[in-house]
Nanobody
Framework: VELVESGGGSVQAGGSLRLSCAASEFSGSRFSMAWFRQAPGKEREGVAGIDMSGSTTVADSVKGRFTISRDNAKDILYLQMNSLKPEDTAMYYC???????????????????WGQGTQVTVSS
């Protein structure tokens, strides 16, 4: 399974971006997936996740601003990011695994597949 992120870029605070993660050899409903981010000098942290059943989880730090969704027909995972803040600046990664979300959560080591990341920069 190959994961390829896109949609990152530079935006002013208050703006929006939509990240995409395209998966090869992928049957969406068989995977749980998540978005993580890593800012310079910080650990990679979970942002949002979606179980193979379709149920979603969003980190408190982005709740109300970010939405995770997936298009199983197109094998694409999305992260809609609104009301962006400078502290959202980071490299964003998508991750996937065969197991259910309840076994994965935001534990980085639990995920089998990772993309290469897409950079998001938010200026004040």
């Amino acid at each position: 399974v190959e994961l390829v992120e896109s949609g990152g870029g530079s935006v002013q605070a208050g703006g929006s971006l939509r990240l995409s993660c395209a998966a090869s050899e992928f049957s969406g409903s068989r995977f749980s997936m998540a978005w993580f981010r890593q800012a310079p000098g910080k650990e990679r942290e979970g942002v949002a996740g979606i179980d193979m059943s379709g149920s979603t989880t969003v980190a408190d730090s982005v709740k109300g601003r970010f939405t995770i969704s997936r298009d199983n027909a197109k094998d694409i995972l999305y992260l809609q990011m609104n009301s962006l803040k400078p502290e959202d600046t980071a490299m964003y990664y998508c991750a996937a695994d065969y197991r259910r979300w309840e076994l994965l959560g935001f534990r980085r080591s639990a995920y089998k597949y990772w993309g290469q990341g897409t950079q998001v920069t938010v200026s004040s």
